[in-house]
């Protein structure tokens, strides 16, 4: 974990003042105790990404509010895609290729 100083300090021109913004808008959540906010590395990865999308694509606050939520929701799709592989992985033969015809039938049952 890293604090609000160091996070900062990873991207130049960020100031103090505008990462406190994106927390207090919910595009970034870290840990708070009496000494400050702490960030795990996702957060800081997270950071990074507000950074590029307000700096290098120069986008505003109210497209960026709208973007996070929608890339959140891919990423949470993305992992459900996964759990589902994986479950259909540990089916028998004959199940996986009943799965992939129906696939490729475009959804009709086989």
């Known amino acids: 974990m890293v ?11 960020l100031h103090l003042k505008t990462l406190k913004i994106w927390i207090k808008r ?12 702490h960030f795990q590395e996702i957060d800081v ?13 120069q986008l505003d606050d109210d497209t960026v509010d709208v973007l996070l939520p929608l890339l959140d929701q891919v990423h949470g799709l993305r992992n459900q895609l996964r759990r589902l592989a ?13 799965i992939a015809q129906t696939l490729a039938d475009g959804g009709e049952e086989v």
Do not use: K
């Not at 604090?3 to 021109?13: A, C, L, M, T």
């Open 86 to 98: 994986q479950a259909v992985d540990a089916q028998p033969e004959e199940v996986r290729r009943r």
């Open 26 to 37: 919910g595009w970034v959540t870290p840990t708070t105790d009496p000494d400050g906010y």
């Open 45 to 57: 990865a997270r950071v990074g990404l507000i950074y590029d999308f307000s700096n290098d694509l």
């Open 3 to 13: 604090n609000e100083y160091d996070v900062v300090g990873r991207f130049s021109g």
